[in-house]
Protein backbone atom coordinates (compact mmCIF):
# COMPACT_ATOMS: atom_id res chain seq x y z
CA UNK A 1 0.00 0.00 0.00
CA UNK A 2 1.38 3.40 -0.85
CA UNK A 3 2.63 5.35 1.99
CA UNK A 4 -0.17 7.85 2.54
CA UNK A 5 -2.44 5.38 2.41
CA UNK A 6 -0.41 3.75 4.83
CA UNK A 7 -0.88 7.24 6.89
CA UNK A 8 -4.25 7.89 6.94
CA UNK A 9 -4.77 3.63 8.20
CA UNK A 10 -2.31 4.37 10.97
CA UNK A 11 -4.39 8.08 11.76
CA UNK A 12 -7.58 5.47 11.91
CA UNK A 13 -5.73 3.17 13.55
CA UNK A 14 -4.60 5.84 17.00
CA UNK A 15 -8.51 7.06 16.46
CA UNK A 16 -9.68 3.25 17.23
CA UNK A 17 -7.14 2.46 20.29
CA UNK A 18 -8.08 5.65 22.10
CA UNK A 19 -11.83 4.92 21.66
CA UNK A 20 -11.84 1.43 22.96
CA UNK A 21 -8.87 2.52 25.70
CA UNK A 22 -11.28 5.23 27.08
CA UNK A 23 -14.41 2.88 26.29
CA UNK A 24 -12.59 -0.02 28.11
CA UNK A 25 -11.71 2.47 31.27
CA UNK A 26 -15.63 3.41 31.42
CA UNK A 27 -16.45 -0.09 31.13
CA UNK A 28 -14.31 -1.62 33.82
CA UNK A 29 -12.92 0.93 36.15
CA UNK A 30 -13.90 -0.48 39.87
CA UNK A 31 -15.57 1.97 42.18
CA UNK A 32 -13.64 4.88 43.58
CA UNK A 33 -14.72 6.74 46.80
CA UNK A 34 -15.42 10.34 45.88
CA UNK A 35 -15.12 11.78 49.14
CA UNK A 36 -15.21 12.01 52.77
CA UNK A 37 -18.77 11.89 53.44
CA UNK A 38 -20.04 8.94 51.45
CA UNK A 39 -19.50 5.47 52.72
CA UNK A 40 -16.68 2.82 51.21
CA UNK A 41 -17.54 1.10 48.07
CA UNK A 42 -17.75 -2.07 48.17
CA UNK A 43 -14.53 -4.17 47.10
CA UNK A 44 -15.70 -6.45 44.45
CA UNK A 45 -12.74 -9.17 44.51
CA UNK A 46 -14.17 -10.66 41.55
CA UNK A 47 -13.05 -7.85 39.71
CA UNK A 48 -9.63 -7.99 39.47
CA UNK A 49 -8.26 -5.10 39.90
CA UNK A 50 -4.73 -6.47 38.91
CA UNK A 51 -5.66 -7.46 35.13
CA UNK A 52 -7.44 -3.92 35.01
CA UNK A 53 -4.46 -2.39 36.27
CA UNK A 54 -2.40 -4.41 33.68
CA UNK A 55 -5.08 -4.11 30.76
CA UNK A 56 -4.81 -0.21 31.32
CA UNK A 57 -0.73 -0.25 30.82
CA UNK A 58 -1.29 -2.53 27.82
CA UNK A 59 -3.86 -0.51 26.36
CA UNK A 60 -1.97 2.57 26.97
CA UNK A 61 1.45 0.98 25.11
CA UNK A 62 -0.30 0.47 22.13
CA UNK A 63 -1.78 4.12 21.42
CA UNK A 64 1.62 5.34 22.04
CA UNK A 65 3.39 2.97 19.88
CA UNK A 66 0.62 3.30 17.29
CA UNK A 67 1.49 7.30 17.46
CA UNK A 68 4.91 6.19 17.09
CA UNK A 69 4.34 4.43 14.21
CA UNK A 70 2.53 7.17 12.65
CA UNK A 71 5.70 9.08 13.30
CA UNK A 72 8.14 6.47 11.67
CA UNK A 73 5.56 6.63 8.80
CA UNK A 74 6.24 10.56 8.33
CA UNK A 75 9.75 9.94 8.40
CA UNK A 76 9.53 7.77 5.42
CA UNK A 77 7.51 10.24 3.04
CA UNK A 78 9.67 10.99 0.10
CA UNK A 79 9.00 14.25 0.12
CA UNK A 80 11.96 16.26 -1.91
CA UNK A 81 11.55 20.01 -0.78
CA UNK A 82 10.80 20.83 -4.15
CA UNK A 83 7.42 21.95 -4.37
CA UNK A 84 4.98 22.57 -7.34
CA UNK A 85 6.94 24.52 -9.45
CA UNK A 86 9.89 21.86 -9.12
CA UNK A 87 7.43 19.23 -9.67
CA UNK A 88 5.86 21.14 -12.98
CA UNK A 89 9.50 21.96 -14.23
CA UNK A 90 10.92 18.55 -14.07
CA UNK A 91 7.66 17.59 -15.94
CA UNK A 92 7.82 19.64 -18.74
CA UNK A 93 11.85 18.39 -19.26
CA UNK A 94 10.53 14.95 -19.44
CA UNK A 95 8.26 15.55 -21.88
CA UNK A 96 10.43 17.46 -24.17
CA UNK A 97 12.98 14.52 -23.69
CA UNK A 98 10.53 11.61 -24.33
CA UNK A 99 8.83 13.57 -27.78
CA UNK A 100 12.83 13.95 -28.85
CA UNK A 101 13.79 10.45 -28.09
CA UNK A 102 10.50 9.48 -29.40
CA UNK A 103 11.15 11.33 -32.87
CA UNK A 104 14.71 8.95 -32.96
CA UNK A 105 12.69 5.65 -32.33
CA UNK A 106 10.24 6.78 -35.05
CA UNK A 107 13.08 7.82 -37.76
CA UNK A 108 15.26 4.25 -36.83
CA UNK A 109 11.80 2.09 -37.41
CA UNK A 110 11.02 4.06 -40.88
CA UNK A 111 14.87 2.99 -41.97
CA UNK A 112 14.38 -0.47 -40.56
CA UNK A 113 11.75 -0.79 -42.12
CA UNK A 114 12.47 0.66 -45.48
CA UNK A 115 15.41 -1.87 -45.38
CA UNK A 116 13.35 -4.77 -44.58
CA UNK A 117 11.35 -4.35 -47.33
CA UNK A 118 14.31 -3.50 -49.99
CA UNK A 119 15.69 -7.22 -48.29
CA UNK A 120 12.48 -8.84 -48.56
CA UNK A 121 12.18 -7.42 -52.60
CA UNK A 122 15.71 -8.78 -53.46
CA UNK A 123 15.24 -12.28 -51.79
CA UNK A 124 11.69 -12.74 -53.92
CA UNK A 125 13.95 -11.97 -56.79
CA UNK A 126 16.36 -14.28 -55.92
CA UNK A 127 14.06 -17.09 -55.61
CA UNK A 128 12.52 -16.73 -58.63
CA UNK A 129 15.53 -16.24 -60.48
CA UNK A 130 16.90 -19.70 -59.02
CA UNK A 131 13.19 -21.36 -59.47
CA UNK A 132 13.31 -20.38 -63.31
CA UNK A 133 17.24 -21.20 -63.81
CA UNK A 134 18.58 -17.87 -65.06
CA UNK A 135 21.54 -16.69 -64.88
CA UNK A 136 21.38 -13.22 -62.21
CA UNK A 137 21.80 -10.17 -64.52
CA UNK B 1 -43.93 -11.97 -7.89
CA UNK B 2 -44.34 -9.35 -10.41
CA UNK B 3 -41.33 -8.00 -11.92
CA UNK B 4 -40.74 -4.89 -13.94
CA UNK B 5 -39.70 -5.19 -17.32
CA UNK B 6 -36.47 -3.32 -18.58
CA UNK B 7 -37.07 0.20 -19.27
CA UNK B 8 -37.62 0.83 -23.35
CA UNK B 9 -33.87 2.19 -25.37
CA UNK B 10 -33.85 6.16 -25.84
CA UNK B 11 -36.33 7.01 -28.56
CA UNK B 12 -33.71 8.35 -30.60
CA UNK B 13 -32.42 4.98 -32.20
CA UNK B 14 -34.72 5.87 -35.01
CA UNK B 15 -32.14 8.11 -36.31
CA UNK B 16 -29.57 6.13 -37.05
CA UNK B 17 -31.97 3.68 -39.48
CA UNK B 18 -28.99 4.14 -42.37
CA UNK B 19 -25.98 4.20 -40.20
CA UNK B 20 -24.35 1.49 -42.30
CA UNK B 21 -24.82 3.34 -45.83
CA UNK B 22 -24.44 6.50 -44.52
CA UNK B 23 -22.30 7.15 -41.32
CA UNK B 24 -22.74 10.89 -41.88
CA UNK B 25 -26.24 10.79 -41.81
CA UNK B 26 -26.54 10.20 -38.31
CA UNK B 27 -26.18 12.68 -35.26
CA UNK B 28 -22.78 13.31 -33.80
CA UNK B 29 -22.45 11.97 -30.45
CA UNK B 30 -22.93 14.89 -27.54
CA UNK B 31 -19.71 16.84 -26.90
CA UNK B 32 -17.84 16.01 -23.64
CA UNK B 33 -19.80 17.75 -20.81
CA UNK B 34 -17.87 21.03 -18.55
CA UNK B 35 -18.53 22.36 -15.20
CA UNK B 36 -21.67 20.92 -13.07
CA UNK B 37 -23.76 18.29 -14.29
CA UNK B 38 -27.17 16.23 -12.60
CA UNK B 39 -26.42 12.26 -13.05
CA UNK B 40 -29.54 10.22 -11.52
CA UNK B 41 -30.91 13.10 -9.28
CA UNK B 42 -27.19 14.14 -8.24
CA UNK B 43 -25.34 16.88 -8.73
CA UNK B 44 -21.68 16.47 -10.08
CA UNK B 45 -18.68 18.62 -11.11
CA UNK B 46 -16.14 18.11 -13.47
CA UNK B 47 -13.32 19.54 -11.55
CA UNK B 48 -12.24 17.55 -9.16
CA UNK B 49 -10.45 19.68 -6.13
CA UNK B 50 -9.89 19.19 -2.62
CA UNK B 51 -12.42 22.10 -0.64
CA UNK B 52 -10.15 23.67 1.87
CA UNK B 53 -10.87 23.09 5.68
CA UNK B 54 -12.56 26.64 5.62
CA UNK B 55 -15.24 25.68 2.87
CA UNK B 56 -16.10 22.34 5.19
CA UNK B 57 -16.61 24.96 8.30
CA UNK B 58 -13.46 23.32 10.24
CA UNK B 59 -10.65 25.54 11.88
CA UNK B 60 -7.54 25.02 10.09
CA UNK B 61 -4.88 24.18 12.98
CA UNK B 62 -1.48 24.63 10.40
CA UNK B 63 -0.74 27.34 8.85
CA UNK B 64 -1.31 28.11 5.33
CA UNK B 65 0.83 29.46 2.77
CA UNK B 66 3.01 28.45 -0.11
CA UNK B 67 5.71 25.62 0.48
CA UNK B 68 4.23 24.02 3.80
CA UNK B 69 7.01 21.46 5.73
CA UNK B 70 4.18 18.46 5.37
CA UNK B 71 6.45 16.16 7.60
CA UNK B 72 7.06 19.02 10.10
CA UNK B 73 3.14 19.95 10.31
CA UNK B 74 2.00 15.97 10.64
CA UNK B 75 4.43 15.97 13.73
CA UNK B 76 3.62 18.26 15.72
CA UNK B 77 -0.36 17.82 14.85
CA UNK B 78 0.40 13.70 16.47
CA UNK B 79 1.79 15.78 19.25
CA UNK B 80 -1.25 17.94 19.63
CA UNK B 81 -3.07 14.68 19.69
CA UNK B 82 -1.63 12.90 22.25
CA UNK B 83 -0.98 15.73 24.75
CA UNK B 84 -5.34 16.11 23.73
CA UNK B 85 -5.80 12.12 24.93
CA UNK B 86 -4.31 12.72 28.22
CA UNK B 87 -6.32 16.09 29.11
CA UNK B 88 -9.07 13.82 28.10
CA UNK B 89 -8.76 11.29 30.58
CA UNK B 90 -7.64 13.92 33.11
CA UNK B 91 -10.89 15.61 32.76
CA UNK B 92 -12.97 12.49 33.02
CA UNK B 93 -11.34 11.80 36.09
CA UNK B 94 -11.96 15.47 37.92
CA UNK B 95 -14.66 17.06 36.20
CA UNK B 96 -16.35 14.58 34.38
CA UNK B 97 -19.38 16.81 32.66
CA UNK B 98 -16.38 19.05 30.62
CA UNK B 99 -15.82 16.06 28.38
CA UNK B 100 -17.87 17.98 25.73
CA UNK B 101 -14.93 20.34 24.62
CA UNK B 102 -12.07 17.99 24.42
CA UNK B 103 -13.89 15.92 22.28
CA UNK B 104 -14.80 18.48 19.97
CA UNK B 105 -10.49 19.19 20.24
CA UNK B 106 -9.87 15.93 19.60
CA UNK B 107 -12.10 15.75 16.38
CA UNK B 108 -10.91 18.74 15.34
CA UNK B 109 -7.06 17.56 15.41
CA UNK B 110 -8.31 13.94 13.35
CA UNK B 111 -10.00 16.42 10.71
CA UNK B 112 -7.02 18.61 10.27
CA UNK B 113 -4.98 15.11 10.12
CA UNK B 114 -6.73 13.99 6.86
CA UNK B 115 -7.14 17.21 5.32
CA UNK B 116 -3.20 17.33 5.45
CA UNK B 117 -2.51 14.02 4.00
CA UNK B 118 -5.42 14.52 1.58
CA UNK B 119 -3.28 17.40 0.59
CA UNK B 120 -0.46 15.19 -0.34
CA UNK B 121 -2.56 13.63 -3.14
CA UNK B 122 -1.86 16.03 -5.65
CA UNK B 123 2.16 15.85 -4.85
CA UNK B 124 2.15 11.76 -5.32
CA UNK B 125 0.16 11.64 -8.28
CA UNK B 126 3.18 14.38 -10.16
CA UNK B 127 5.68 12.08 -8.62
CA UNK B 128 3.68 9.37 -9.91
CA UNK B 129 3.67 10.93 -14.04
CA UNK B 130 7.54 12.19 -13.19
CA UNK B 131 8.58 8.03 -12.15
CA UNK B 132 6.25 6.62 -15.38
CA UNK B 133 7.73 9.23 -17.83
CA UNK B 134 11.65 8.66 -16.90
CA UNK B 135 10.73 4.64 -17.35
CA UNK B 136 9.33 5.16 -21.11
CA UNK B 137 11.98 7.40 -21.56
CA UNK B 138 14.39 4.59 -21.06
CA UNK B 139 12.17 2.02 -22.46
CA UNK B 140 12.60 3.97 -25.75
CA UNK B 141 16.03 4.40 -25.50
CA UNK B 142 16.66 0.86 -25.33
CA UNK B 143 13.90 0.17 -28.28
CA UNK B 144 16.48 2.64 -30.21
CA UNK B 145 19.64 0.85 -29.50
CA UNK B 146 17.88 -2.39 -30.43
CA UNK B 147 16.96 -1.32 -33.60
CA UNK B 148 20.62 0.27 -34.35
CA UNK B 149 22.46 -2.73 -33.38
CA UNK B 150 20.13 -5.20 -35.77
CA UNK B 151 20.46 -2.78 -38.72
CA UNK B 152 24.01 -3.24 -38.32
CA UNK B 153 24.39 -6.93 -38.38
CA UNK B 154 21.92 -7.04 -41.23
CA UNK B 155 24.38 -4.61 -42.98
CA UNK B 156 26.85 -6.97 -41.93
CA UNK B 157 25.56 -10.04 -43.55
CA UNK B 158 24.75 -8.50 -46.83
CA UNK B 159 28.74 -7.51 -46.99
CA UNK B 160 29.44 -11.34 -46.05
CA UNK B 161 27.14 -13.14 -48.44
CA UNK B 162 27.53 -10.39 -51.18
CA UNK B 163 31.22 -11.52 -50.40
CA UNK B 164 30.67 -15.18 -50.80
CA UNK B 165 28.59 -15.10 -53.66
CA UNK B 166 31.47 -13.20 -55.63
CA UNK B 167 33.97 -15.76 -54.44
CA UNK B 168 32.61 -18.29 -56.17
Known sequence: ?137 | MATATYPPPPPYYKLYKDYTTNPSSAPEPPPPIDGTYVCFGGHYTTDDVLPSLEDQGVRQLYPKGPNLDFKKELRSLNRELQLHLLELADVLVERPSQYARRIEEISLIFKNLHHLLNSLRPHQARATLIHVLELQIQRRKEAVEDIKRRREEVQMQLKESLRILDGC
Open chain 1, 1 to 137: MDIISQLQEQVNNIASVAFNTFGTLQRDAPPVRLSPNYPEPPVNPAEDASTFAEQTKLMSAALVKAAKQFDSLVAALPLADGGEEAQLKRIAELQADNDAVGKELQKQLEAAEKELNQVQELFSKVTDNQFNMKRPD
